[in-house]
C-alpha cells in the first residue's frame, strides 16, 4: 500500500487561505514599489505643472471675466480659434495625400 504524497493531495482550507494571503501581501509590496517608482519618474513633471499652475489660473480668470461681460467677443475669437484649428488640419491632411 502506498502514501499519498503531499503533493497530490489537495489542498487544505487552511493552506488555501495561507497562499491567497502571501499573494496578497506581495501584491501590496509590489504596488508600494511601483508607486514610489511613478512618484519618483513624475516628479519633473510636478514640479513644472506647480509652476505654471498659477499663470493658467490667472488667464482663466480673465477669460471668464470678459467672458461675463462681453460673451459675443469670446465666443467669436473661439469660433476663429475653431475654424484656425479646421484649417490646420485640412493642410496637413492635403501636406499628407501629396506627398
Do not use: C
Not at 482663466?60 to 467672458?67: K, S, T, W
Amino acid at each position: 500500500m502506498t502514501t499519498p504524497k503531499a503533493a497530490d493531495r489537495p489542498l487544505t482550507r487552511a493552506e488555501r487561505k495561507a497562499a491567497l494571503l502571501a499573494d496578497l501581501e506581495q501584491q501590496r509590496i509590489d504596488m508600494l514599489v511601483d508607486s514610489d517608482y511613478l512618484l519618483r519618474v513624475t516628479a519633473p513633471l510636478d514640479n513644472h505643472w506647480r509652476s505654471l499652475k498659477l499663470p493658467l489660473y490667472a488667464i482663466g480668470g480673465v477669460v471668464a471675466f470678459r467672458l461675463m461681460r462681453r460673451p459675443g467677443g469670446v465666443i467669436a475669437a473661439g469660433r476663429k480659434a475653431l475654424a484656425g484649428y479646421m484649417l490646420f488640419r485640412k493642410f496637413k491632411l492635403l501636406a499628407k495625400a501629396t506627398s
